[in-house]
């Protein structure tokens, strides 16, 4: 037999060919509006589903962006800090969830690391995607604002278009950041950690843009909204928001020497960034996408060491709790999820922590002096807060990739969801509603340790069960059991938007019946509807039986 | 065609692949068999340019693996045992895309889907209607299997390529695979269907722990171990052989 080497395959030459650029960029956004998986779908049904949501969000932070009129008076920097930190704080979120899936996914090793493509050409061409949305996204944001640089007090003409390029830079900078920080965690710490703090350095990412999307809007209007670089403000210039909003303010605005240096530092940063990203880190990649495709065998816990959730499920009184064995298991992999699986943390704790965030801002603003209405309204507000952290995790954990894993609940001797649905609550309500109402109770008791407000945190810890079974209603919220692409699904927000007024509802109720000497008598109604609402949500849950699964 | 010299992988202190050496000719289906871990799919990832190896060389058509890495993945064809896909492309935007990775035109890649549709037996509408999150095992096989073919690549390796396909569909593909060598193709055949291995290879490499420990033609192998059959052969090599007893204390652990 012949062993010379053969040449390259013979492919027509008289045919226009798309480029492995062109190829892969249109693969990457396909897959992005899509979503990575559809079991059972067809493609009239199913491929539009992530791109209509798309274009639902995008509506969205078009309303949000709103916000930005009321800064028609205000000079350019100041309308600007505003977009760029609001805008920072969007794509941050966005790019830190979007990223790990889009750069580092475990299953495209298999299908197009044996393909002839360049690492760069595969980096890029994700990049691409990454900071196109990216830029649908703050544009959506940014459409108010781009108004308002114009026709407001100190706008012009020029401002759409500067603000267009600053915004566009700002894109790129987010990507190249997290970029950047992926690469320099595989270089310096290995593949064996690499998606451990993927998933941290996601979390805490995502965390932190949910908090400073709270917090700055607060210490702007604190500050009258009025922003400016200068001595006594120097620290602006360590905010890279401040960097871009320089850009429009030396272009389109007053033109001061300070917005000049900030415009050099966002152009500065933004090579610096893509060049290292990029270009230096580049040949990295493919490195990571080997290493995230070998099967590394992991490293084995002592022999007969139990985990420590284990070790808890065996004491009382989570024994007494969980006494029903499929309870217990639901419970055990809920916790699973929660500590372990990237996807789960990513999608949970970032859309708990406004929830956490929020209620503890408006406690805080409470505390001044000559606020007492308001510290009391606050308190009851928090603890009515603390039953949606349950409700929003318990909807959001239904969400999952191994969702597909979750028919094996079906397959097993049990007559419905119930079980399952009782001990991932009861996971939810142990490590995060718990933990909360301590924290709540610990920061209430310091602040002022002689008050008897502090039974105004009552009314919400008694509602907080009931709120718990709400995404369960039905045997619905069944965990890790539906597609992620699904996750963001309009008819859940407009449960959370009914639940938020309830809660608030429930805290007027409160601080009404505290006010006029009639809080017992209300704690005892609330004790009484809220046991039987309770009553009756679990028994109709009992009741559910497993729908054929289509 | 295919030549290996002390190719080796190690994964921290682990040694997954240790120091093997073999050639393969053009034209020849070689069955690549070893216990689960042996080291086979980590092999094959290598020689496909998915993972470094650690030491060691390979060639493919005369590309080195190292300094020729685009030229080799040109010339190879690979079915991943995972048989992943995108599963919100459709199966024609699939073996499209997949085509365009290897430079082939559109109208050039649709005749060639075509004839493998209807190799394959699988419907048009099936594949330009149903995202491949919703195909069967077997028909997602078949899809992965044409694009492996697509760009008729002068070497090919099957990572179990019959897992998920049907009697007929299995058939077939072994059909497919002897006139492929037949016209001058090497196929590295991984599977733990030995019997098919046995029927369809002219050469059996088995590896374990990482090492070649035998290397022939199967019916003089199995007529130099006077075992009867590959699958005798292959349990004897690779400490299969107290399989019947383990059997035994697993059925006792439920009787108790």
């Known amino acids: 037999m012949s062993t010379s080497a053969p040449a390259s395959p013979p492919v027509p030459s008289d045919e226009r060919v798309p480029s492995t650029e062109k190829t892969l960029r249109r693969l990457f956004l396909t897959l992005f509006l899509r979503g990575r998986s559809s079991r059972g779908l067809k493609k009239q049904t199913a491929p539009k589903s992530v791109g209509r949501k798309l274009g639902l969000t995008l509506g969205l932070y078009a309303l949000v962006g709103l916000s930005a009129l ?34 580092f996914n475990n299953q495209e090793a298999d299908i197009l690391l044996h393909r002839p493509i360049s690492p760069r050409a595969l980096l890029w061409a994700k990049v691409r995607v990454l900071v196109e949305v990216s830029l649908w996204l703050a544009c959506a944001f940014n459409l108010a604002g781009f108004f308002t640089g114009a026709a407001g007090s100190h706008g012009n003409w020029r401002f759409p278009f500067v603000h267009i390029v600053s915004t566009a830079l700002e894109a790129l900078f987010c990507t190249g950041c997290v970029v950047m920080i992926y690469q320099l965690c595989l270089r310096w710490f290995g593949r064996e950690r690499l998606e451990g703090l993927m998933t941290t350095a996601q979390v805490v990412i995502s965390i932190a843009a949910v908090l400073s999307g709270q917090l700055l809007p607060q210490l702007i209007f604190r500050a009258n909204r009025v922003v400016s670089f ?5 620290w602006i210039a360590l905010l890279p928001p401040a960097w871009f909003a320089g850009f429009d303010d030396a272009l389109s605005g ?3 020497r300070s917005s000049w240096l900030l415009a050099a530092l966002a152009l500065i940063a933004t090579t610096m960034v893509l060049w290292i990203a990029f270009g230096k880190l580049a040949r990295d990649y493919e490195t990571g996408l080997q290493k995230l495709s070998e099967s590394v065998p992991t490293r084995a816990h002592k022999k007969g060491r139990r985990r420590w959730i284990e070790v808890l499920v065996d004491l009382p009184p989570l024994r007494w709790w969980l006494r029903d064995s499929v309870a217990r298991a639901s419970f055990l992999l809920t ?10 943390k990513l999608r949970v704790y970032p859309a708990v922590a406004p929830f956490a965030v929020l209620p503890i801002i408006f406690m805080a603003r409470g505390f001044g002096p000559g606020s007492s209405g308001t510290r009391e309204f606050g308190i009851a507000f928090v603890s009515a807060f603390l039953g949606l952290i349950p409700m929003l995790a318990l909807s959001t954990l239904q969400y999952s990739q191994q969702w597909q894993a979750s028919d094996i609940f079906h397959a097993a001797p049990i007559p419905g969801p119930a079980a399952l649905c009782h001990g991932a609550r009861r996971a939810m309500l142990c490590f995060l509603a718990l933990p909360g109402a301590v924290i709540m109770a610990l920061i209430v008791w310091l602040s002022d340790r002689h008050s008897p407000q502090v039974l105004m945190l009552l009314p919400g810890l008694i509602a907080v069960p009931v709120y718990a079974l709400v995404p369960n209603l039905g045997g619905q919220g069944l965990p890790l059991s539906l597609p992620a692409e699904e996750a963001k699904s309009a008819g859940r927000g407009l449960t959370m938007m009914v639940a938020m007024f309830s809660s608030m509802a429930l805290s007027g109720l409160a601080l009404l019946a505290w006010s006029t000497g009639w809080f017992q008598w209300f704690l005892l109604i609330e004790t009484i509807v ?7 949500m ?13 | 065609m295919v030549s290996l010299d002390h190719l080796t992988k190690r994964f921290g202190n682990q040694t997954a692949v240790d120091a093997i050496s073999f050639e393969i000719p053009a034209g020849q289906i070689v069955g690549f068999l070893g216990p689960n871990g042996a080291g086979k799919s980590t092999t094959l990832k290598m020689l496909t340019g998915m993972i470094e190896p650690t030491s060691g060389t390979a060639s493919i058509c005369g590309f080195d693996l190292k300094r020729d890495l685009m030229e080799v993945k040109r010339r190879v064809g690979f079915v991943p045992e995972s048989g992943a896909v995108f599963e919100s492309l459709t199966g024609l935007e699939y073996l499209i895309m997949v085509a365009a990775l290897y430079g082939i035109p559109q109208n050039a890649a649709r005749q060639r889907i075509g004839q493998f549709i209807a190799f394959f037996d699988l419907g048009f509408d099936t594949l330009t209607e149903k995202l491949l999150g919703a195909y069967s095992k077997g028909m997602r096989r078949k899809v992965v299997i044409t694009a492996a073919l697509l760009h008729n690549p002068p070497v090919v390796f099957f990572d179990e390529p019959l897992d998920g396909l049907d009697a007929n569909a299995a058939v077939g593909f072994k059909a497919l695979i002897q006139t492929l060598a037949r016209e001058g193709k090497t196929i590295v055949y991984s599977s733990h269907i030995l019997d098919v291995v046995e029927r369809v290879c002219h050469r059996v490499i088995i590896i374990d722990k990482g090492s070649v420990i035998l290397d022939g033609k199967p019916d003089e192998l199995v007529a130099a ?3 009867g059959t590959l699958e005798k052969l292959f349990t004897q090599l690779t400490g299969g052989a107290e399989l019947e007893r383990r059997a035994e204390d697993f059925a006792k652990t439920f009787r108790a």
Request: net charge positive; proline share 0%.
């Open chain 1, 230 to 234: 200068g001595e006594k403000t120097w």
């Open chain 2, 225 to 227: 171990h006077n075992s």
């Open chain 1, 254 to 256: 007053s033109a001061a």
């Open chain 1, 530 to 536: 809220a046991v039987s609402l309770y009553m009756i």
């Open chain 1, 538 to 550: 679990r028994r109709s849950l009992a009741n559910v039986r497993w729908a054929t699964l289509e």
């Open chain 1, 335 to 344: 916790t699973a999820y929660l500590a372990r699986d990237r996807d789960v």
């Open chain 1, 70 to 103: 009321a800064f028609l008076k205000q000079s350019i920097f100041a309308l600007t800090v505003y977009l760029h930190a609001m805008t920072f704080v969007f794509l941050g979120m966005f790019v830190a969830s979007s990223a790990g899936e889009v750069l």
